[in-house]
């Protein structure tokens, strides 16, 4: 927001200069970005009047203008602008002057003649791009007054951050108010004199509210016999200065004390309103409105319209509907000053992509009991620039009307939370000048909250206005005291960490991604339709389409950055992700991984090498061997996302916790992998419920023990987990550790089998296992593989 440095002082009078203002705003809370002076530039700059032309002997396309700036002589300038005119006022560029374009201006020959200074266009001002010809002044002004004072240009524009809960800054005035805290100079607001017709306003129009939860007020007044032309030069000048372009004398006005109040205004054509009254209702599904940008805008019924009898004549607190403009042919005027839901006024504004100035500070919730001031005030200024009578009374609905909050505020609370000693004055001096209303009751404050800081809720947030305005600088320094409890961490943020750590270890990378993911990321994983991932909760205003669900899975995620890292060239893909994923009751926390391309350092000793499942298989149960989880179970299953065959369950207390394996050819051409890639997730919820991080101490045993090694042929199908489970339960105590070592398919084994070659250690607390011993648990073994199993040893 753009706020000039003159127009605030026609409220409050102070001896700031530009800079110490700014300090001053910034240390209140109000950051300002940047600082303008508008005449910069032009200190050389004055009105002249040509007074004669004649043509240049050696160009054509120039001329020879003598010049009266006010002094004796006049001024001889080579000029080529095409509306240089005889008797015509326009600024004047004397030597020396440095203009905003860079340009010094020095005495020059020109084609052989003399120019003693030039004849400037707005764009050679730096006042706007206009280069067309001279810039046009009135004839009545006088000879070598300053352009500065002749645009009103000796200002200086601050450019302000305000922050969205304070909505009162959003005008001179709420700035202006700012500044009396600071310096506690008085604070002078507009009078609003209206001399009104015999004419009843309520003869003349109505208004009824539909919607009160979207409009808690709607006023209006009407002015009639108004005549439609420019603003004077001072009007136009305070609006130019900060930003804001001139229409005619009405939509100025309503601009103007738009900046000046902070409450947008909106006038129309009130002979163009159907039976000459205004409904405020939401509109209807798919109603269509073209509004003053000339744009058709089709409506939703969530949005609020401001209707005549028939139609909607604008778009409620965004910006007015073309049919009902103010033109030149306007006789009378209803004007218009309401309040609006901040909410309802966002929604709009957000879906039809339309950021007004009225609706940034309507989303920002305006102040209801600034309606009337900012109407009459309005209705003041056009009386007072285009003529008319204003009709006796105000049409004022005002459904929503709600008492000022009253807070109590305690002096010791005040001293405790700032570490100051402020006295009973100094806090009744604060908050009255920042407008509130202040009784002191037995030591503690009555604070009534002006309905201009919705911000302000709690006793917390006075003491919070009581050190901006104090000064941050001003509170001393110290430091906490007390003791700092040690978090003690759960079992969860242990096992992140770890698995973390581990899978670093082992050679990937983690990824972090946004919580949000493309609806179509359920198809490209292969997800059936009536897969509990596919309810995904959808934003109501994503960032983009391809982030407007909150991610169920994190797969979809990996699986987009191994794409990007492919297309960039990266071969060794191998990448994980610890985070929440989002399920219509909870945040269940998981981790997913997926290793594709060609893995391994690339030198002697460690080639690169294409990954397998037994690579994912691998890091799946290291992850479960680090979290002390010996009594899982892999089990052979068939997720749509991994490649038939080719991936495994894992199994915990008959509970699901996770899945590996390949991803299905299918998904891998979704996402333009030329590889094979490999991918894991887990239930990190229930991973955590099982999860034992202590560590136990064994005795080194002191017998010896004794390995057998132990070749089968089995089916095919036949997981090689099954002989495992077999063994231990037979050879019970005595068997210390099976390994799979070799897996073996070919000509030496039946169609349909396949060898399972495993070593067994046998071992005994309490005695030396003898071979006759061994031999015969042993056996024992070889004939329950046969009797459960079919297994037959292969010789």
């Known amino acids: 927001m753009n706020v000039s440095l003159n127009w605030l002082k026609s409220y409050i009078d102070f001896d700031l200069s530009s800079t110490e203002l700014a300090d001053k705003l910034t240390m209140l809370g109000i950051e300002v970005e940047s600082i303008k002076e508008l005449g910069a530039g032009l200190n050389g700059v004055v009105v002249g ?53 860079g340009i010094t201006i020095k005495r020059a020959k020109l084609r052989g003649e003399e120019s003693h200074g030039m004849l400037c266009s707005e764009k050679e001002l730096g006042i706007s791009d206009e280069a067309s010809g001279l810039m046009e002044l009135s004839n009545d002004l006088p000879l070598g007054k300053p352009i ?46 209206i001399e009104e017709n ?69 006038a129309f054509d009130y002979n163009k309103l159907d039976e000459n009254r205004i409904v405020v209702r ?42 009902s403009e103010i033109t030149e042919s306007t006789c009378d005027v209803l004007l218009e000053s309401a309040n609006f839901s901040a909410s309802s006024i966002r929604l709009t504004s957000k879906k039809l992509g339309m950021n007004t100035e009225a609706s940034y500070r309507f989303e920002r919730e305006a102040d209801p009991e600034g309606v009337i001031p900012a109407l009459d005030r309005a209705t003041q200024l056009i009386v007072e620039i285009a003529g008319g009578s204003t009709c006796k009374g105000v049409v004022d609905v005002y459904p929503g009307k709600r008492s000022l909050l009253e807070l109590q505020l305690r002096k010791d609370r005040v001293n405790f939370v700032l570490g100051t000693q402020l006295d009973i004055h100094e806090i009744e001096k ?108 959808e934003l109501q205003n994503p960032l983009s389409p391809e982030m407007s669900i909150l991610r169920t899975t994190l797969i979809p995620s990996l699986l987009e950055n191994a794409q990007h890292n492919r297309n960039h060239q990266i071969d060794s893909i191998a990448l994980f992700e610890i985070s929440t994923v989002f399920s219509q009751d909870s945040e269940p926390l998981r981790a997913a991984g997926i290793i594709t391309g060609e893995i391994g350092g690339g030198v002697y000793g460690n080639p690169y090498k294409s990954p397998d499942f ?32 080719r991936n495994v369950a894992v199994i915990l207390d008959e509970k699901q916790i996770g899945i590996f394996g390949e991803a299905h050819p299918t998904v891998q051409e979704n996402y333009e992998l030329p590889y094979k890639a490999y991918l894991f997730k887990l239930d990190l919820d229930s991973l955590a419920n099982a999860v034992d991080f ?27 987990d099954t002989p495992i489970d077999l063994i231990y339960s037979t050879g019970g105590e005595l068997v210390e550790s099976v390994r799979l070592f070799d897996v073996y398919e070919g000509d030496q084994v039946p ?13 005994s607390d309490t005695e030396t296992l003898t071979d006759i011993a061994v031999n015969n648990l042993h056996d024992k073994i070889v004939k329950r593989l046969n009797q459960e199993i079919g297994a037959e040893l292969r010789m």
């Open 49 to 101: 009047r040509v007074n004669s032309i004649r043509p240049h002997p050696n160009a054509d396309k120039l001329v020879l203008c003598k010049v009266d700036i006010g002094n004796s002589d006049e001024l001889q300038i080579v000029c080529g602008a095409p509306n240089v005119s005889e008797g015509m006022c326009a600024p004047v560029a004397t030597i020396n002057t440095e203009l905003p374009t």
């Open 148 to 193: 500065t004072e002749v645009l009103s240009l000796n200002d200086v524009i601050f450019e302000l951050e305000i922050t969205p809960n304070r909505s009162d800054c959003l005008s001179m005035i709420g700035v202006a108010r700012e500044i009396r805290a600071e310096t506690g100079n008085k604070l002078t607001l507009p009078e609003n004199l």
């Open 198 to 266: 015999d004419i009843d306003v309520n003869s003349k129009t109505s208004v009824r509210i539909d919607a009160p939860d979207l409009c808690p007020r709607y006023a209006a007044r009407i002015i009639q016999g108004v005549k439609i032309g420019e603003s004077p030069d001072w009007l136009k000048n305070r609006l130019e200065s900060i930003g804001i372009g001139v229409i005619n004398n009405i939509v100025d006005a309503t601009n103007f004390v738009m900046m000046e109040y902070g409450q947008p205004l909106h």
């Open 282 to 323: 939401r509109a209807s599904e798919g109603e269509k409105l073209t509004t003053l940008d000339e744009e058709e805008r089709e409506l939703t019924s969530d949005m609020l319209v401001i209707a005549d009898a028939n139609k909607p004549v604008a778009l409620a607190g965004v910006m007015g509907g073309y049919d």
């Open 430 to 537: 604060i908050l009255k000048n920042l407008g509130f209303e202040v009784n002191l009751q037995d030591n503690i404050f009555q604070v009534t909250v002006p309905s201009f800081r919705p911000d302000i809720s709690r006793e917390i947030d006075l003491i919070e206005e009581i050190a901006r305005v104090y000064g941050y600088d001003n509170i001393p320094t110290s430091l906490p005291k007390g003791d700092i409890p040690v978090p003690v961490p759960d079992n969860a943020t242990v096992m992140c960490k770890r698995i973390k750590h581990f899978l670093l270890g082992a050679g990937m990378m983690e990824s972090v991604n946004y919580s949000f993911s493309h609806p179509n990321c359920f198809d490209k994983i292969r997800v059936s339709e009536d897969n509990p991932l596919r309810k995904a909760f």
């Open 614 to 645: 037994y690579d994912v298989k691998g890091i799946v149960e290291g992850i479960l061997e680090m979290c002390n989880i010996p009594d899982y179970t892999l089990l052979k299953t068939n997720d749509p996302t991994f490649h038939p065959g």
């Open 694 to 720: 202590k560590i136990r101490f064994e005795p080194i045993p002191i017998y010896p023990s004794v390995q057998r090694d132990l070749a089968i042929v089995v089916d095919q199908q036949l997981p090689s």
């Open 751 to 763: 169609e349909d089998k396949k060898s399972l070659a495993y070593t067994i250690t046998y071992n």
